[in-house]
């Protein structure tokens, strides 16, 4: 038959349902931190460096930066050469699990030519101290580039393909 574990279980799940029919969905209210001085928000991350700080990236180039209450603390990179026509812009941003350590991090954005870059900035580190904002004390490099043809060359793509 059944075990006494199986049974068990299955009680659990029942009252569980039990309770969530008498209470109903919970009722969910959302307050607004940040009320002013974002253009077009594309994600909010965070470090993961024990700072307790917020990044936001901006589709137009910008990462800001705040505080753990989300008082602004300034700007913390600003990616230049971008496109930010249609889906195109700054796109995200990840930390390398290290940061803290090494003051690696990636941006992904679409670059003045139309095309996809994921590129790793450094931050410096002077005498063990981390820099606030990154602006004058990074490295670029390009991890990847995606060739993105535009829509007439994409659509040559796209026949010959079905011509085959």
Known sequence: MFSV???????LIVLLFLVIEINGQ????????????LSSPMQLVHAGDGSNRIFIVQKEGSILVYN???????TF??????TTSGEGGLLSLAFHPNFSSNGLFYVYYTNSNNDLQLARYAVYFI???????AENFILEKTVIYIYQPVMEEAQEIFQIMHKT
């Open 77 to 82: 990179l600003t990616v230049t050469n971008i």
């Open 68 to 74: 753990k209450t989300f008082g602004l603390i300034g």
């Open 26 to 37: 919970p009722v969910l209210s959302l307050t607004p931190v940040i009320t002013t001085g």
């Open 127 to 133: 005498l063990t101290v981390q820099i606030t904002m």
């Open 5 to 11: 574990n199986f049974l068990k279980q299955t009680i």
